[in-house]
């Protein structure tokens, strides 16, 4: 079975860094595409960051360049740096996973199949 385990979310600053990280389990989708999600209270789910089947890296705008999404692939780990928090990225951080494998990298929510459990980061002065 599919398991992902985040780690890595909290309290942080304006302008502090975290890094999330999403331990996989299971090799059946470790070559499919995975992503990072955030979530907002009153807001739907929207993509931040994710890598594609080939390796190759799709981030939103509100993002550029603050964060820097990266895999192990050995180890079956996703990582989130994210960096210049800003108080507009507080939410719950989500990381995914798609069943079907795609080239490019997917920034919509729709496209996965396997969720984490979700990892509050909340950045407030």
């Known amino acids: 079975a599919q398991e992902r385990m985040q780690s890595g979310g909290g309290r942080v600053q304006p302008g502090g860094s975290l890094r999330l990280s999403c331990a996989t389990s299971?090799?059946?989708?470790?070559?499919?595409?995975m992503g990072w999600f955030r979530q907002a209270p009153g807001k739907e789910r929207e993509g931040v960051a994710a890598?594609?089947?080939?390796?190759?890296?799709a981030d939103a705008d509100s993002v550029k360049p603050r964060f820097t999404i990266s895999k192990d692939s050995a180890k079956n780990i996703l990582y989130l740096q994210m960096q210049k928090l800003q108080l507009e990225d507080t939410a719950m951080y989500y990381c995914?996973?798609?069943?079907?494998?795609?080239?490019?990298?997917?920034?919509?929510?729709?496209?996965?199949?396997?969720w984490g459990q979700g990892t509050q980061v909340t950045v407030s002065s």
């Open positions: 299971g090799c059946e989708f470790a070559a499919h595409g």
């Open positions: 995914a996973t798609e069943s079907t494998l795609r080239y490019w990298a997917q920034l919509q929510p729709d496209k996965y199949d396997y």
């Open positions: 890598i594609g089947s080939s390796g190759n890296i």
